[in-house]
């Protein structure tokens, strides 16, 4: 079966730590995302990348950081620098650029803090 | 500024009623438009979407939804409301980058 997933499915973090969300598709599909979750607030992009190799901050990237060195994979690295992780992450993907494509998503990953 | 707007935070219908999510747009020219169900804990699912054509678009799950150019809406709909239509509902508009309304939570009761 295709699609996307997401490990862990909970993630804890102690002050100070660096954690990273795993994101793999097998979808073959060019771009992926990271939205960050909030009670009340959607979905806010947090980085995107359209081919291998190749990212783009979206509207909250400070304090995380990403790579995309395979097709398959984009990881998410919250940083020590973002003060308030607390949230649930999702991961998406699409057939190439945002523009026109639907965005699939994965099941998502919710980071607390300890 | 351009933005997607979800006027009713929570809904709560009754198992068999019809339901109307609204779906409110602000951009210059027409967007493509989505409708995503998210489960408690879990990922986004595209109910359907709509990128030209008939303005009235059948999706999964027997919903649908029409945009009404005049309004800026992409409203969603079904006619008969099941239990396990419990979520909450995401509209999202793409005309560049993809931007997802707040939700609606949807409470089906017995």
């Known amino acids: 079966d295709g699609g996307i997933t997401q490990s862990p499915k909970y993630l804890f973090r102690k002050e100070g730590q660096n954690v990273t969300l795993s994101c793999e598709q097998n979808?073959?599909?060019?771009?992926m995302y990271w939205y960050r979750q909030d009670p009340g607030q959607g979905l806010r992009l947090i980085y995107y990348?359209?081919?291998?190799?190749?990212?783009q901050k979206g509207d909250i990237a400070e304090g995380y950081s990403v790579s995309r060195e395979k097709k398959e994979s984009f990881p998410l690295t919250v940083t020590s620098a973002q003060k308030n992780p607390t949230a649930f992450y999702l991961c998406?993907?699409?057939?190439?650029?945002?523009?026109?494509?639907?965005?699939?998503f994965g099941p998502g990953t919710r980071l607390l803090v300890l | 500024a351009q933005s997607v707007t979800q006027p009713d935070i929570h809904i709560t219908v009754s198992e068999g009623a019809s339901l109307e999510l609204r779906c409110n747009y602000s951009?210059?020219?027409?967007?493509?438009l989505f409708w995503y169900v998210q489960s408690p804990g879990q990922g986004l699912q595209l109910l359907l979407k709509?990128?030209?054509?008939?303005?009235l678009v059948q999706g999964i799950k027997g919903f649908e939804a029409e945009f009404k150019r005049s309004q800026s809406s992409f409203n969603l709909r079904k006619p008969s409301v099941h239990w396990s239509d419990a979520a909450e509902y995401f509209c999202?508009?793409?005309?560049?980058?993809?931007?997802f309304g707040a939700g609606t939570r949807l409470t089906v009761k017995p």
């Open positions: 951009y210059g020219a027409t967007p493509y």
């Open positions: 979808l073959n599909h060019d771009a």
């Open positions: 998406a993907s699409s057939m190439r650029s945002p523009y026109q494509e639907t965005q699939y």
């Open positions: 709509y990128f030209s054509g008939d303005t």
């Open positions: 999202a508009v793409d005309r560049g980058d993809m931007r």
């Open positions: 990348s359209q081919i291998v190799n190749d990212f």
